[in-house]
């Protein structure tokens, strides 16, 4: 078995470059940031993410400042009420195991087994893994998104973005730039409905306690020193939104008509480089889509692919992923595109000769 995106009439895509430059940098920079990510998760606290989900849902004011502060939107909330049902060290197990399942599988079903398996080793996975975050549920929902039909496309994007804003909030702008008008007002109508749900759940001040709440995340981490694990360039001063947003919203025009595996990527890209903050661990969905030119070949792409999944570059690792993004979609299988709409193309496995 090789792993190749579909196309006619042509030698299947080798499943390993000759010359794998880009997989050795790849899990070089992926081992050596794992083991500062590890000694620094040791000390700072296992699960300390899932912590505070754990505790937001049991608090009558999630967003009070704390030392662990939730900065999640309120529609959060509502997602994370199960974890009311399960007692701290137990949940986190759970929480884990079932997330991770859920983005390994759907991730191997957009972008190949190979691609999720490097993938999991990325320091972005690791990260969310060992600190319990919600990123690796959002990357499985938008990996998900992009293998369903149009209304279901647009209700798991709007769950994704009332989840964790910062990786998907730009998605509705790739889907009026591609003119598909089921999946976005699919997108808007779930994200209506789940804040008027929140609203009458919590009350209407909890939109402004949620406010707050982000300002004190920002102490915190700033107090921390964690700003510095941030690939959100807005991290370092919001002038810096006027050249990274405009490129977000380029780049998502550019990818409006490539295949689904892209536009998955191209959202998370775009939403993470314009968003004023966003950490590590938020490149999880990235980094199985960087697994794939890196598994493929050696070219300067590849390279650069590399750089995204060891996020080894801070603000300017998102970026780097662009030109993968517009290479894959050039090689797509042309009439496999025009038979299905662009959410269900797909890369998956096919046998070589």
């Known amino acids: 078995m090789t792993f190749a995106q579909l196309e006619p009439d042509t ?5 390993l470059s000759q010359r794998p430059y880009a997989l050795i940098l790849a899990l070089v920079t992926a081992v050596v940031t794992n083991a500062g990510l590890l000694w620094l998760y040791w000390h700072f606290g296992i699960g300390a993410d899932y912590e505070v989900f754990w505790r937001a849902v049991r608090n009558p004011t999630p967003y009070a400042y704390s030392p662990l502060p939730f900065g999640n939107p309120p529609t959060t909330l509502l997602i994370l009420q199960p974890l ?43 990260t969310a ?7 690796l549920l959002v990357g499985a929902l938008v990996f998900a998104a992009f293998l369903s039909e149009p209304i279901l496309c647009g209700v798991l994007l709007g769950i994704a973005v009332c989840a964790k804003p910062q990786m998907v909030f730009l998605a509705p702008v790739l889907l009026l730039f591609a003119r598909e008008i089921r999946p976005l007002a699919a997108f808007c109508a779930t994200v209506a409905l789940l804040a008027i749900v929140a609203t009458l759940a919590f009350g209407a001040p909890i939109w402004s306690d949620w406010i707050q709440g982000m300002h ?3 102490a915190v981490a700033k107090h921390r020193g964690a700003l510095f694990l941030t690939i959100s360039p807005m991290t370092r001063g919001a002038w810096i939104g006027l050249f990274s947003i405009p490129v977000s919203v380029i780049g998502l025009y550019l990818c409006r008509k490539e295949p689904g595996p892209n536009r998955a990527a191209a959202v998370v890209a775009g939403s993470l480089f314009a968003a004023p903050y966003s950490m590590v661990y938020d490149l999880a969905p990235l980094a199985i889509f960087a697994a794939v030119p890196i598994l493929r070949s050696s070219t300067w792409r590849s390279l650069a692919a590399a750089l995204t999944y060891s996020a080894a570059l801070g603000p300017l690792s998102v970026p780097c992923l662009w030109p993968s993004l517009r290479q894959a979609g050039e090689r797509a299988d042309e009439k496999r595109s025009q038979r299905l709409p662009p959410w269900r193309t797909r890369m998956v496995p096919t046998r070589s000769a």
């Open 216 to 218: 004190n995340l920002l």
């Open 84 to 126: 009311k049902l399960v007692g701290f060290w137990s949940g986190l197990v759970v929480w884990d195991v079932v997330t991770f399942a859920f983005f390994f599988i759907v991730g191997s079903r957009l972008y190949g087994r190979r691609a999720a398996l490097l993938g999991a080793l990325s320091p972005a996975v690791m």
């Open 11 to 15: 030698k299947a895509t080798p499943l």
């Open 129 to 135: 893994l060992i600190a319990g975050q919600i990123s």
